[in-house]
């Protein structure tokens, strides 16, 4: 046993700029049902999408920071823009309390590469995602002969973050964004945004039944499932662990499309301060 491991009994602490990320918190509950989760939404500064590197850094070290002094044993970034460029940030303001921290894109990257059969990939993501090149770089590492197609969705985790309202002009700004995927032949894609799976019918629609479309949450929960038992910081007992809610913005409408997203009560959600 690591003297300087995190405590055990901790919550496993997910952060993303808003809902998103209880994409992959679902994915965790499922997958290590026993552990206790705090979810942190940052919906004040929401969204990340179109912020700059320098400013992803700073959220992502805030809230890193902020998560494990109130105790954390280990970060999951839920947000594709967040970890594009402030993974490094967080691991190094972690590392500091003996916190691991796992990430959204290189699972997927992985995944990707391991289930498409012509090598043409597509790339859905926040502008942020794509301009930072953080799918090229991980996809480039899979050993394999890949054509990566990137497509930047500026407006589509805000039209989901307000509660995706089903109008023909949503409809339309989606398969715009599909367009260059089909014209790429593309037969797997990354939906490179946490809060796209929740338009997944919507996405396989304009994109053809064969494509597949990649997420990063079971793959996510895997690598945290690893670090936790490789750390001797699997959660102590079998019963069914806890959830709890943060945001920076507005709790009742961060409750409100929470409850719709992940499908479960959220309780009450705290409003957290984390200027610096
Ligand atoms: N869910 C976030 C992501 O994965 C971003 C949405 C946003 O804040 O722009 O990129």
Redesign the pocket.
Known sequence: VNPSAPDPSLPIAVF???V??LTVLHECLVSLPEEDYLYLGDDA???????SDAELRECSERNTRYLVDRGAKLIVI???????AGLETAREIAAGSGVEVVA?IEPEAEIAAAITDSGRVGVL??R??VEGGAYLRALGRQHRELTVTQVAAPDL??I??RGFPFSESVVETVRSYCAPLRRAYVDTVIL?????PLVAPMLQRFLGRQVRLVTAGHALAATAQRLLESGGIAAPDTEEGSYRFLCTGNPASFRELGTRFLQLPLGDVELVDLRT
């Open positions: 993303d700029s808003g998103g990320g500064r929401f969204p990340y999408g179109a912020k839920a947000c594709n823009s967040a970890a594009s959204v993501a926040t942020a995602t985790a805000a989901i973050q490179g945004c946490t809060h796209y």
